[in-house]
């Protein structure tokens, strides 16, 4: 597609519950990532996908938080067993490739997903 | 542990001055380096990207990069109160890690 795209763009849900966010990245972008954004707070990275190279799951905040990408496109990020802590916006990126090449390593965001848990 | 630094502001500029935001960063084998904007309630978006020491302009914006000093900064001219944003610096550094400033909040008053 044109951008990159995300759904839900909001989401309420209870504590304790499973939530599932998707992300659609531009056509032909080999390298996603995932954030996380607290209400006046920065950038939480939280993974990132690079072609079919193992993931750097390095920031996901807990294991009840997981993602994957099926076919080196779509993404989708698992929260489990939601917790009031969780509420943020998600944010979704992608890039043409993660390496040091000029320009190709710009990144394009999704509008996010707002979670809120009850 | 790789990081970049920004005062988080506010920073108040008048109308019409010269907004400057700088952010440093602790990688000395960074290549790439981007300045985002982000609206409050919105995602961000690339200003600009730098990759070579000195002065990339663009429009009203200007990037300026000293690698020696390991600092990027970015100036803004004829500052306009629809650049009242939080302005992000990225930075990608070995590994192809990027790193995230958490961004200064840039106010301009009227």
């Known amino acids: 597609g044109a951008g990159v795209s995300q759904s839900p763009s909001n989401k309420v849900t209870e504590k304790g519950k499973d939530v599932e966010l998707r992300c659609d990245p531009i056509s032909g972008h080999t390298a996603l990532y995932w954030y996380r954004q607290s209400l006046g707070q920065g950038l939480e990275f939280l993974i990132y996908?690079?072609?079919?190279?193992?993931?750097?799951k390095s920031g996901l905040p807990s294991d009840r938080f997981s993602a994957e990408r099926t076919g080196g496109s779509v993404s989708t990020l698992t929260i489990q067993r939601t917790q009031q802590e969780d509420s943020a916006v998600y944010l979704c990126?992608?890039?043409?490739?993660?390496?040091?090449?000029?320009?190709?390593?710009?990144?394009?965001f999704g509008a996010g997903s707002r979670l809120t848990v009850l | 542990q790789k990081e970049v630094e920004q005062n988080s502001g506010p920073l108040s500029v008048p109308e019409g001055a010269i907004a400057s935001l700088n952010c440093t960063y602790s990688d000395r084998g960074s290549q790439s380096f981007f300045w985002y904007r982000q609206y409050s309630g919105k995602s961000p978006e690339l200003i600009m990207s730098?990759?070579s020491n000195g002065d990339k302009e663009d429009g009203r914006f200007t990037a300026q990069l000293n690698k020696a000093s390991q600092y990027v900064s970015l100036l803004i001219r004829d500052s306009q109160p629809s650049d009242s944003a939080t302005y992000l610096c990225a930075v990608i550094g070995n590994n192809y890690q990027l790193i995230w400033g958490a961004g200064t909040k840039l106010i301009i008053k009227p």
């Open positions: 990126a992608s890039s043409l490739t993660s390496n040091r090449a000029s320009g190709a390593n710009v990144l394009t």
């Open positions: 730098i990759y």
């Open positions: 996908f690079q072609g079919n190279s193992a993931p750097d």
